[in-house]
C-alpha cells in the first residue's frame, strides 16, 4: 500500500512542506524562497540581499536559464533534476576579519561534501578552490558572491556574501550535453539511484550553518583543517589557467592560511613558488 512518503519522488518540486521539517539549521532557510525557473538563483539572492533581505535566506530553482559558474561561466541547470541553491549570509561585520572570509568559499564546499556523504554515502573529493569531484568527474561548484567589502578586508554593516551552491543530483549520465559529458557527473549517474533533492539541501544548510558558525566564533582551525583532508589537489601536478590566460604548471604544496594555493612549478620557471588566489586548475598526472 502506498503511503503519503511515496508519493514524493525525487522529480517533486522542492517546496516549504517538503523542505521545512527535515530543517534542522537555526538560522540557515529560516526564508525560503523555492523557485520554479530562474535566471540564476545567485542573481535572486543578491537582489533580495540588496533589498535588505535577512541571514539565512535560501533561494533556490527547479530551472535556471542563465547559471552562473566560477570565472563566468555558464553553469548547466535542466530543469527538476538537481539542486541550485545560494544562500545570504551576513553577521560578517567585525567578527568576521580577512581571514574568516577567504575561507568562506572553501568551507562551502566542504558543506556541500558533507551533504552529499549524508544522502548517498559517497565522500565527493574537493578540487581547489571548490569543485567537487567523484573520481575525475565534477559533480558540484561553489560560486560565492559579495558585496560592501570593507577598507580592513571585512564587510560594513550593510555586507553580505551570497554563497551559490550548485550540486547534479538525479541527471542521468548520458543526458549531459556534449561538452560536460565525460567531466561531469551526477549523483544517479554514480550510483545508478535517484536522491530527494529536499533531504541533499537540508543537510546542505545543516552542514553550512555549522561551518560558518566556526569561523564567526573564529574557530576556523577545525573547518579549514576539514578543507585540506578533502582536498584532493594538494601533492599532485597541476596546471594553473589564470583569468588573463596564463598557465603555469608545478606540483601544488599547501594551502595557506588565507586559503590560497600555493604551487612549486616545474615548467620553465621551475623551482619558483606561486602562490594562486583565484584560477582554474586541472589537475595532471
Ligand atoms: C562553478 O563554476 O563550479 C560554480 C557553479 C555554481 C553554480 C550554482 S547553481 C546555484 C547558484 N546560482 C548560480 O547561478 N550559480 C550557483
Request: hydrophobic share 35%; charged share 25%; with cysteine.
Given at each position: 500500500m502506498s503511503n503519503h512518503k511515496s508519493l514524493i519522488t525525487s522529480h517533486s518540486p522542492l517546496t516549504v512542506a517538503s523542505v521545512r521539517p527535515l530543517l534542522t539549521t537555526r538560522t540557515l532557510g529560516r526564508t525560503l524562497h523555492l523557485l520554479n525557473e530562474t535566471t540564476s538563483t545567485n542573481a535572486i539572492a543578491l537582489a533580495l540581499a540588496q533589498e535588505g533581505a535577512e541571514h539565512g535566506t535560501v533561494v533556490t530553482a527547479e530551472v535556471q536559464t542563465a547559471g552562473r559558474g566560477r570565472l563566468g561561466r555558464h553553469w548547466h541547470s535542466p530543469a527538476g533534476e538537481n539542486l541550485y541553491c545560494s544562500v545570504i549570509l551576513r553577521k560578517?561585520?567585525?567578527?568576521?576579519?580577512w581571514r574568516g572570509m577567504c575561507w568562506i568559499p572553501l568551507v562551502s564546499a566542504v558543506a556541500a561534501a558533507r551533504a552529499v556523504e549524508a544522502i548517498s554515502g559517497l565522500t565527493p573529493a574537493l578540487k581547489w578552490p571548490n569543485d567537487l569531484l567523484l573520481g575525475a568527474r565534477k559533480l558540484g561548484g561553489v560560486l560565492c558572491e559579495s558585496s560592501g567589502?570593507?577598507?580592513?578586508?571585512g564587510f560594513d554593516q550593510h555586507g553580505f556574501v551570497i554563497v551559490g551552491i550548485g550540486i547534479n543530483v538525479?541527471?542521468?549520465?548520458?543526458?549531459?550535453?556534449g561538452d560536460l559529458r565525460d567531466i561531469a557527473t551526477s549523483l544517479a549517474g554514480e550510483t545508478g539511484r535517484q536522491f530527494d533533492r529536499a533531504a541533499l539541501l537540508a543537510a546542505l544548510l545543516e552542514a553550512l550553518e555549522h561551518r560558518y558558525e566556526a569561523l564567526l566564533a573564529k574557530q576556523s582551525t577545525g573547518v579549514e583543517e576539514e578543507y585540506r583532508k578533502l582536498?584532493?589537489?594538494?601533492g599532485r601536478r597541476v596546471r594553473i589557467e589564470l583569468a588573463g590566460g596564463e598557465r603555469m604548471e608545478g606540483r601544488a604544496d599547501a594551502i595557506l592560511e588565507d586559503g590560497s594555493l600555493r604551487i612549486v612549478r616545474?615548467?620553465?620557471?621551475?623551482?619558483v613558488m606561486v602562490e594562486i588566489r583565484a584560477a582554474d586548475v586541472v589537475h595532471l598526472r
Open positions: 560578517i561585520e567585525i567578527e568576521l576579519q567589502l570593507g577598507s580592513k578586508g538525479n541527471t542521468p549520465r548520458d543526458a549531459f550535453p582536498c584532493a589537489t594538494v616545474d615548467d620553465a620557471h621551475a623551482g
